[in-house]
């Protein structure tokens, strides 16, 4: 009950006290009657107007045209602000001024289910688990109480330049299944012929990491989601040797933000790109490279038994607020679109580009589309495949500000420092922030 408390004073001061100047009509904080007495209104938020917010838009045409009598108003605003505050609200205990309906991250949302229960809705009775890749419903899943509803799932892949490789010697095939031994060693060969890098990082991001472990199985926190696992954990430690080889082999273009990292791939500065399936928009802004990438799965780690060529990275998750009036109108609006209406989320996969985390079952036929830019490969089936074999991890609570401490470690790993000590450094700091354990 103490780590609880504290982690709810530390999340609200983490917070700015925003709610009196982020409350008003803007903000939904009072869903109920519209000024149309006939019709209820209930509220949503969401960030990225081109993607989470149209998807809304779009179920909210949906929704409405059958049910005349409720209406929605989605608002968009930036995903530091919903976190914001959510943080502040629940931790004061005050629902004033948050929606029926949020969306939040799955790295995030066992942060609100561990530490303010009873603020998100029980969703179990609109959720047929079986319909959905397990490794996204353990997320925000307790005690078998299901308190999401999936929306966008991040399975990775490898995509890749024909042109480079194929300048270095090597086709399509070469890069089924390897290793991330084999992927560096491709790579030499690859900057050797070409000058070009294998592979980029961002600074400050830990994509690679995050796809490394959840590649094995493990995270920062035990399986059973009650204590840290990260000193003496072989995967991580794994995990940090392969990041320093792939470093050492001199194969990868460091990016100092986001805007840069699109730049080098619009100026073809990467032979590979290894990252979620929402990174193909990205690459196809690149329209003089249509027709030269192509798509294969991600490397495993060579010496963790139990590693697999897939993996996940992000992802996010519709949820109500159990507290604000209408949460039963608006699980019933989450029940009929994002839930169960596969004809919708088959539309979404053109509208938006989403990559749903339900399982195929035929239904969703856009997936089959062939995409002329990446040589009429069928990438939406194959990420199809690989989504069904990546491992569940739990997230734990702190995902991100354990992400902060993990990256100073790694810089010392990278300059030559002990693995192990910067794991046990890393556990003892994190232990500091109030993880659970």
Same mark, same amino acid.
């Given at each position: 009950?103490?780590?609880?408390?504290?982690?709810?004073? &530390?999340?609200?001061?983490?917070?700015?006290?925003?709610?009196?100047?982020?409350?008003?009509?803007?903000?939904?904080?009072?869903?109920?009657?519209?000024? $149309?007495?006939?019709?209820?209104?209930?509220? #949503?938020?969401?960030?990225d107007d081109n993607f989470n917010v149209k998807a809304l838009r779009l179920a909210k045409?949906?929704?409405?045209?059958?049910?005349?009598? %409720?209406?929605?108003?989605?608002?968009?605003?930036? &995903?530091? $602000?919903?976190?914001?505050?959510?943080?502040?609200?629940?931790?004061?205990?005050?629902? !004033?001024?948050?929606?029926?309906?949020?969306?939040?991250? @799955?790295?995030?949302? *066992?942060?609100?289910? !561990?530490?303010?229960?009873?603020?998100?809705?029980?969703?179990?009775?609109?959720?047929?688990? @079986? $319909?959905?890749?397990?490794?996204?419903?353990?997320?925000?899943?307790? !005690?078998?109480?299901?308190?999401?509803?999936?929306?966008?799932?991040?399975?990775?892949?490898?995509?890749?330049?024909?042109?480079?490789?194929?300048? #270095?010697?090597?086709?399509?095939?070469?890069?089924?299944?390897?290793?991330?031994?084999?992927?560096?060693?491709?790579?030499?060969? %690859?900057?050797?012929?070409?000058?070009?890098?294998?592979?980029?990082?961002?600074?400050?991001?830990?994509?690679?990491?995050?796809?490394?472990?959840?590649?094995?199985?493990?995270?920062?926190?035990?399986? $059973?989601?009650?204590?840290?696992?990260?000193?003496?954990?072989? %995967?991580?430690?794994?995990?940090?040797?392969?990041?320093? !080889?792939?470093?050492?082999? *001199?194969?990868?273009?460091?990016?100092?933000?986001?805007?840069?990292?699109?730049?080098?791939?619009?100026?073809?500065?990467?032979?590979?790109?290894?990252?979620?399936?929402?990174?193909?928009?990205?690459?196809?802004?690149?329209?003089?490279?249509? *027709?030269?990438?192509?798509?294969?799965?991600?490397?495993?780690?060579?010496?963790?038994?139990?590693?697999?060529?897939?993996?996940?990275?992000?992802?996010?998750?519709?949820?109500?607020?159990d507290k604000v009036a209408n949460a039963d109108v608006a699980e019933n609006f989450l029940?009929?679109?994002?839930?169960?209406?596969? *004809?919708?989320?088959?539309? &979404?996969?053109?509208?938006?580009?989403?990559?749903?985390?339900?399982?195929?079952?035929?239904?969703?036929?856009?997936?089959?589309?062939?995409d002329a830019f990446f040589g009429n490969q069928k990438i939406w089936e194959d990420f199809?495949?690989?989504?069904?074999?990546?491992?569940?991890?739990?997230?734990?609570?702190?995902?991100?500000?354990?992400?902060?401490?993990?990256?100073?470690? &790694?810089?010392?790993?990278?300059?030559?420092?002990?693995?192990?000590?910067?794991?046990?450094?890393?556990?003892?700091?994190?232990?500091?922030?109030?993880?659970?354990?």
């Amino acid at each position: 009950m103490r780590i609880r408390k504290l982690l709810a004073l &530390l999340l609200a001061a983490a917070a700015a006290l925003c709610l009196p100047a982020c409350g008003g009509s803007t903000s939904g904080s009072n869903a109920g009657k519209t000024a $149309d007495e006939s019709k209820t209104e209930i509220t #949503a938020w969401a960030w990225d107007d081109n993607f989470n917010v149209k998807a809304l838009r779009l179920a909210k045409e949906r929704y409405e045209a059958e049910h005349p009598d %409720v209406t929605l108003t989605v608002i968009s605003q930036s &995903l530091n $602000d919903v976190v914001q505050k959510l943080n502040t609200a629940f931790a004061a205990e005050s629902y !004033d001024g948050l929606p029926n309906i949020v969306l939040i991250e @799955d790295y995030r949302v *066992g942060g609100y289910l !561990d530490v303010f229960p009873g603020s998100l809705r029980d969703l179990s009775s609109i959720i047929n688990a @079986d $319909d959905w890749m397990p490794y996204k419903l353990s997320a925000f899943t307790r !005690d078998g109480k299901i308190y999401g509803v999936p929306f966008d799932s991040a399975v990775c892949g490898m995509f890749y330049r024909v042109d480079f490789l194929e300048q #270095a010697g090597y086709t399509g095939e070469d890069l089924n299944n390897i290793t991330w031994s084999e992927y560096i060693e491709i790579g030499k060969k %690859v900057k050797e012929a070409t000058g070009v890098s294998m592979l980029e990082q961002t600074s400050g991001d830990l994509t690679l990491m995050k796809i490394l472990m959840q590649s094995a199985g493990t995270w920062y926190v035990s399986e $059973d989601n009650t204590s840290l696992n990260i000193a003496g954990n072989p %995967v991580i430690k794994e995990a940090m040797q392969v990041y320093k !080889d792939l470093m050492d082999a *001199g194969i990868v273009m460091n990016f100092p933000g986001w805007d840069e990292k699109v730049r080098g791939i619009q100026n073809g500065d990467l032979a590979t790109i290894v990252d979620g399936c929402w990174i193909s928009a990205t690459i196809k802004t690149a329209e003089d490279q249509s *027709g030269k990438w192509a798509l294969k799965p991600i490397p495993r780690m060579d010496h963790v038994e139990g590693a697999v060529n897939a993996s996940n990275v992000g992802g996010s998750s519709w949820y109500v607020v159990d507290k604000v009036a209408n949460a039963d109108v608006a699980e019933n609006f989450l029940k009929e679109t994002f839930a169960s209406d596969t *004809g919708f989320l088959n539309e &979404l996969v053109n509208e938006i580009g989403l990559f749903s985390s339900h399982k195929s079952d035929g239904s969703f036929t856009n997936y089959e589309a062939q995409d002329a830019f990446f040589g009429n490969q069928k990438i939406w089936e194959d990420f199809a495949a690989w989504a069904e074999l990546v491992p569940q991890v739990p997230y734990g609570i702190n995902t991100y500000n354990i992400d902060d401490i993990v990256e100073e470690e &790694l810089q010392t790993v990278l300059q030559g420092g002990d693995i192990d000590a910067a794991l046990s450094a890393i556990e003892s700091r994190a232990a500091q922030i109030g993880q659970i354990g």
